[in-house]
């Protein structure tokens, strides 16, 4: 409805409510994109929900960098601290000390934030609208309560990541203001063995979820947790594990190194919490990275090994505008074909009875002709007849049916996709492939609660002495005379799968990338500062008589036991749920994809790791050994 120039809207909507039910509302301004442009409402769910786990997931590896970080920070500074309880500092003082320095940097960070965040999530909705994900009709905006929202959660984590360094510092004694060296404290702290085994055991719960209740794509929804949740676990416990990989590497250090790789390994064995506090990042980024990535892959080729197996049609009719009524029948009557049938897609899930298997989140309904669907679908009837499938009727798969405790002529209750409540009566049973998910319909009942409101397919089988290029050029002759009507082989329907699945991946490296570069930004960070304050050391060791080169070489080999200690750790963790995925997805202990995922992985840490500890060495090496042993740590 379009006013009059000059009518106050607000008045208009007013008089066409007062003539309306109460069931019937009108929408005015933006919110006339819910009826006009019905696919942007979903997309715009499906992009906020990207967004809150995107959040979840950033708001997990910044709390541990926060952490990981003011560890470091407690570490480098425990003299100072010390001196502070020494004249007069209470515990307390010192946790406040720690919790107001990093409010403070919180603040500061979060403004220097906001210009760069605005610009990098409009990149990042430019890229989802590119690839589908985000329809035309949804636009990115980013008002004052978003803003607001991640300002206060991205405060609230540096200060989550706070509470174990104030206790840290909190513990730090007078007397050892008086030590010539940083010693040592405590190995790790019973708070956080604790969170290490809710982690851990959140972890395997969801491996184990994984593994017995979930199936086809819906098992990333789980594992991918699982591979967070692991990770996560494993980097808290670091300081003790990074402990046991330093004992299991130090032999091949010393041979190779000789004297410099002995000096090197009583370095990781003098400084276990500042290398775990490295360790620790190092483990997520290779966790994640490697586990989601292999795990996307495998859980892809999976589903694709599923969908060419259960796609029977060797030919597919397509039209925009719909078919005629007469012309599955007639597609049927050729000489050679088995089976013809329309299709049409949808999602939905069943409201009653009460379904509680996972399945339930989004049941694929899949609209089929009655008299073509027992030959263009892959399905054994065991019940009824799939050709009772008229009006408003459903076969399901019977393993399901006896879950929900119906038979063939009982009434299930579906919502459907347009989020209309559908009673339909169950004609026929049937046994399925494991990952074939999908509920079966009369293709017009369907169609009407689609945007397209009609099939836009016909699936074609052909008998076995027909090729399907026989098959295509007879369908070709038959439909050459109608309008809008295009023929193809089953590769069109493959091809239109590989290209929805790259839409659907392109959100999981997203999210990769945003969780990787946050444990990256974490490793640079704190190995910069931790190889910086090492200054007076390395100026000590030169008047000793150790060369520029040894001393680079000596934290070379340092960041080789740390390298080989967080990346076999963060495999270790990975493989915790990449290995049970794969053998119940593919029956291999291998997972899919390219070998070189692993070794680029491995290969940008190793260079990470090296490059951010013998930059800032030898920068501080760049002054005269006298100057550099008188520097105050």
């Not at 029948?329 to 050729?334: A, E, F, H, S, Y």
């Not at 399905?379 to 459903?394: C, N, P």
Request: charged share 20%; glycine share 8%.
């Amino acid at each position: 409805m379009v006013a009059k120039p000059g009518v106050d809207i607000s008045e208009l909507r007013e008089r066409i409510d007062a003539e309306l039910d109460r069931a019937t509302i009108s929408l005015v301004g933006d919110q006339r994109g819910q009826a006009e442009l019905r696919e942007a409402k979903a997309s715009g769910v499906t992009v906020m929900a990207l967004a809150g786990v995107f959040t979840a997931f950033a708001t997990l590896v910044s709390v541990f960098g926060v952490a990981s970080m003011l560890a470091l920070s407690i570490a480098s500074r425990q003299q100072d601290l010390a001196l502070l309880r020494a004249v007069g500092a209470t515990p307390r003082q010192l946790r406040l000390l720690i919790r107001y320095e990093t409010l403070l940097l919180a603040l500061l960070a979060t403004a220097l934030a906001y210009f760069p965040g605005q610009v990098l999530g409009e990149f990042v909705f430019d890229r989802l609208a590119e690839r589908g994900i985000a329809a035309d009709g949804v636009v990115f905006q980013q008002g004052w309560i978003p803003t607001l929202v991640a300002t206060v959660v991205a405060i609230l984590a540096a200060l989550a990541g706070a509470l174990g360094a104030g206790r840290r510092a909190s513990r730090v004694k007078p007397t050892q203001a008086l030590a010539e060296v940083s010693v040592e404290g405590r190995l790790i702290g019973a708070a956080r063995v604790l969170l290490a085994m809710v982690c851990l055991a959140g972890g395997i719960a969801l491996t184990i979820v994984t593994i017995a209740v979930i199936s086809g794509p819906l098992t990333p929804a789980t594992a991918a947790p699982a591979v967070i949740l692991l990770a996560i676990g494993f980097a808290l416990l670091a300081p003790v594990l990074t402990k046991v990989m330093t004992f299991a590497v130090q032999w091949p250090v010393r041979v190779w190194g000789g004297v410099t790789g002995q000096l090197a390994v009583l370095n990781a064995r003098g400084r276990t919490g500042r290398m775990a506090a490295v360790v620790g990042p190092v483990i997520l980024l290779t966790a994640v990275s490697t586990g989601m990535l292999y795990l996307q892959a495998t859980n892809d080729e999976a589903d694709r090994l599923g969908f060419t197996e259960n796609l029977v049609a060797d030919a597919v009719v397509t039209s925009q505008s719909g078919f005629d009524a007469d012309l599955v029948n007639q597609i049927n009557d050729l000489p050679s074909v088995v089976g013809a049938s329309e299709h049409v897609t949808s999602v939905g899930f069943i409201e009653k009875p009460d379904d509680s298997s996972p399945m339930n989140e989004g049941w694929t309904l899949r609209g089929v002709t009655a008299e073509g669907a027992a030959a263009t679908t892959p399905v054994e009837v065991t019940a009824g007849d799939i050709a009772d499938l008229h009006d408003d009727t459903v076969a399901i798969e019977d393993r399901h049916a006896d879950k929900l405790g119906v038979d063939v002529g009982d009434t299930i209750t579906l919502r459907m996709g347009d989020n209309t409540a559908l009673d339909v009566r169950v004609a026929a049973l049937f046994a399925a492939p494991d990952d074939y998910d999908t509920l079966l319909l009369p293709a017009g009942t369907l169609a009407a609660h689609t945007t397209e409101g009609h099939a836009t397919r016909i699936l074609v089988k052909s008998d076995e002495h027909t090729d399907p290029e026989r098959l295509v050029a007879d369908l070709i002759q038959r439909t050459y005379a109608e309008d809008g009507l295009a023929v193809a082989d089953r590769d069109v329907l493959l091809g239109e799968y590989e290209d929805q699945k790259k839409t659907a991946n392109f959100a999981i490296y997203i999210m990769v990338i945003v969780i990787a570069g946050y444990a990256a930004i974490t490793v640079i960070n704190t190995l910069v500062s931790s190889v910086t304050a090492r200054r007076r050391e390395f100026g000590l060791q030169r008047l000793a008589g150790s060369t520029r080169g040894q001393v680079l070489r000596m934290v070379c080999l340092e960041g080789a036991i740390l390298a080989v200690s967080g990346i076999g750790l963060g495999s270790v963790a990975a493989i915790g749920i990449l290995l049970p995925v794969s053998l119940k997805r593919l029956d291999s202990i291998l997972p899919a994809g390219s070998p070189w995922m692993y070794v680029s992985t491995v290969a940008l840490t190793i260079l990470l790791i090296l490059g951010a500890m013998l930059l800032p060495a030898w920068r501080a090496m760049r002054s005269r050994p006298a100057e550099a042993a008188r520097a105050i740590e």
